[in-house]
Each structure stands twice: as structure tokens, then as C-alpha cells.
């Protein structure tokens, strides 16, 4: 615990030194904890706000406007749209990169006419083991900070000072933006977004923790915890899950065993 202690008070102090800020909020587990850290040290001085964008879940939008009523920080919501961006619609490997690059140029822009110095945003220690072309992008602007990383707070310690701290976001499985269920490739499309967004909010009444479908064309690819599968591959239950999702537009629907895993569309991509 003291490893942890002497990374908040890093934190802390990095939170001072940086003034007035804004976080970029999407409700996750990191971006929450970062919230409060900055409300704890800033008081009104932080603020959070959440890019609305077609690649964000309602759920995610509503679970990001509780939770900034929770800790009492002030939030408010910039439209921003990716789609906009024909580098991002073509999907290619680098799609988190144009992303990153439309939406922190929105808020950039934004918290400067506001008079704050800074956005931060919610990365942690353990991200620099995945494949995030994000952070290139993140990397390119003057006035984004990510403070978690910057101090070593790994997923596992922001959950447990969260958990500590109180907050309902200790436990709350990682997102990800829906363009990431969209294989590579495949044209990222408004429609497309809310089919999977549909289908992954049908799974809810079924099983729990983290879901995932994932988008091959007329494939639907479920991703589900090991422990889940068995719930869904119940006769009456998973013949409901396969009308509704060709209700919606898919042709095939499949359960992948190998389970849930984080960024498993990167396995198709060379080494």
C-alpha cells in the first residue's frame, strides 16, 4: 500500500501543478477515478466532460452523467463526430489514431475558450502493453496530460483506491467505444454502430460482466466471460438471442469459446 500511497501523492502533486482542468469523461473505471482525484485536489477548478459521439453506448452517456453527480463535479457534453473523418470510417489499423485525433482537437479547443489549461485523460500504466495507436495521436497535442500513467497507476491499483475511496466506478467492467467491436476493414457506418450496440444491450438480460459483439459483416462474433457461456448456449435462450439478432441484421450468429479478451480484433493484425 505504500507503493500506492506515494503514487497518489505524485498524483496529487501533479493535479496542483497543473491548475484549472478538464477531464475527458467517459464513465470508464479510469476516467472516473481521475474525475474524483481531480475534484478531491482541485475542487471547482475540474470539470468533466464527455465527448457524444455515434461510437459512445447510451448506457455509457447515462452511467457518466451519474457518476459526475455522485462526486458533485461539474459536467457538460460536446457533440463531436468521428464519422466525419473518412480516415477513421475506413477502419484501418490506425482507426484509434484519427479517433483520438478528431476528438481531442474538439476538446482542446474547448477547455481553452473555457480558461482551462488543461485536458486530461484517463490512460494507465497498463496500457502501454496493448496495441493503442491512440496514444501517438494523444502524444502530438500541447495540452493533454495523462496524469495516471504518467505516475504508474496500474488498472488494479485504480480499482482498489476506487473501491476505498468509495466510488461506484471501483468495479465496473472496461469499455471501449463501439467502432471496436467493427472488424478491421469493414466501413464504419452509424448503422453498423447501433446494431451492435442493440445486440450487446439484448445480451445484458442474459449474463453479466464484460460483453462484447463483435462485427464481421453479416457475422455476429459474442464475447462473454468462460464462465458465462453456458448461459447463453441454453436451448431456449440461445434461440432467442439468434432471432433477435437476425432481426437486426446479422446472418450468422456465434459464441466465441475462447471468451472475452481484451482487443482480440488486433489478432489479425501481422506481428
Not at 462526486?71 to 484519427?98: D, G, V
Request: glycine content about 8%; hydrophobic content about 40%; proline content about 3%.
Amino acid at each position: 500500500m505504500e507503493e500506492i500511497d506515494n503514487k497518489l501523492a505524485k498524483l496529487n502533486r501533479v493535479l496542483v501543478d497543473l491548475g484549472k482542468v478538464a477531464v475527458a469523461f467517459s464513465g470508464g473505471a479510469d476516467s472516473s477515478f481521475l474525475a474524483a482525484a481531480a475534484k478531491k485536489v482541485l475542487g471547482d477548478n475540474a470539470v468533466t466532460v464527455t465527448a457524444l459521439s455515434e461510437t459512445l453506448p447510451e448506457g455509457e452517456r447515462q452511467s457518466a452523467i451519474e457518476f459526475a453527480k455522485s462526486i458533485h463535479i461539474k459536467h457538460t457534453e460536446i457533440l463531436i463526430s468521428e464519422l466525419k473523418s473518412q480516415e477513421f470510417i475506413a477502419n484501418t489499423s490506425k482507426r484509434c489514431y484519427f479517433c483520438k485525433r478528431e476528438r481531442f482537437s474538439v476538446l482542446e479547443n474547448w477547455a481553452l475558450s473555457q480558461g482551462l489549461s488543461w485536458v486530461l485523460e484517463g490512460s494507465n500504466a497498463d496500457d502501454v502493453d496493448d496495441y493503442r495507436p491512440g496514444m501517438e495521436a494523444l502524444s502530438e497535442f500541447t495540452k493533454v496530460r495523462s496524469p495516471l500513467l504518467e505516475v504508474g497507476l496500474t488498472k488494479a491499483e485504480i480499482r482498489a483506491v476506487s473501491k476505498e475511496w468509495g466510488l461506484s466506478s471501483w468495479d465496473k467492467p472496461s469499455g471501449a467505444c463501439l467502432s471496436s467491436r467493427i472488424s478491421y476493414g469493414v466501413k464504419i457506418t452509424p448503422e453498423r454502430l447501433k446494431q451492435v450496440e442493440q445486440a450487446e444491450t439484448y445480451l445484458k438480460q442474459y449474463c453479466s460482466g464484460q460483453i462484447r459483439v463483435r462485427y464481421h459483416k453479416n457475422l455476429a462474433r459474442i464475447e462473454v466471460s468462460s464462465e458465462q457461456i453456458g448461459k447463453l448456449v441454453e436451448p431456449g435462450v440461445a434461440k432467442k438471442i439468434t432471432e433477435y439478432f437476425k432481426g437486426i441484421g446479422f446472418v450468422f450468429v456465434t459464441i466465441d469459446l475462447a471468451g472475452y479478451r481484451m482487443g482480440s480484433m488486433n489478432e489479425t493484425l501481422p506481428n
